[in-house]
Nanobody
Framework: QVELVESGGGLVQAGGSLRLSCWAS????????MGWFRQAPGKEREFVAA????????YYADNVKGRFTISRDNAKNTAYLQMNSLKPEDTASYYC??????????????????WGQGSQVTVSS
């Protein structure tokens, strides 16, 4: 069982920045694939970004590429999502996820075994 604790959401004006953090329990954090997904009201959950255990591979959705950066600090068991140039359409609940077992593509939510509680990000125009 992996516990995830998210922090860092909030309200920001368009063009602003926020950083989300996701702490995960476990002694083998450096082997986990970490992902971020988001879900806006009335919409399906969508992939945002993911990072491999050794940080050598990162993946981004097209609509956040160049604005969002995923990173991790394995010494702190924490993954981050730095969000810059935020737009109102980025408003959503953001969820971090862990893939302990790498069973499929990083962008597909069904291949993550554990999920955080969600952090609300609201971008005002």
């Amino acid at each position: 069982q992996v516990e995830l604790v998210e922090s860092g959401g909030g309200l920001v004006q368009a063009g602003g920045s926020l950083r989300l953090s996701c702490w995960a329990s476990g002694r083998t954090f450096n082997t986990y694939r970490m992902g971020w997904f988001r879900q806006a009201p009335g919409k399906e959950r969508e992939f945002v970004a993911a990072i491999s255990g050794n940080s050598k591979s990162t993946y981004y959705a097209d609509n956040v590429k160049g604005r969002f950066t995923i990173s991790r600090d394995n010494a702190k068991n924490t993954a981050y999502l730095q969000m810059n140039s935020l737009k109102p359409e980025d408003t959503a609940s953001y969820y971090c996820a862990v893939a302990v077992f790498i069973l499929g593509p990083a962008a597909q939510s069904q291949y993550y075994q554990y999920w955080g509680q969600g952090s609300q990000v609201t971008v005002s125009s």
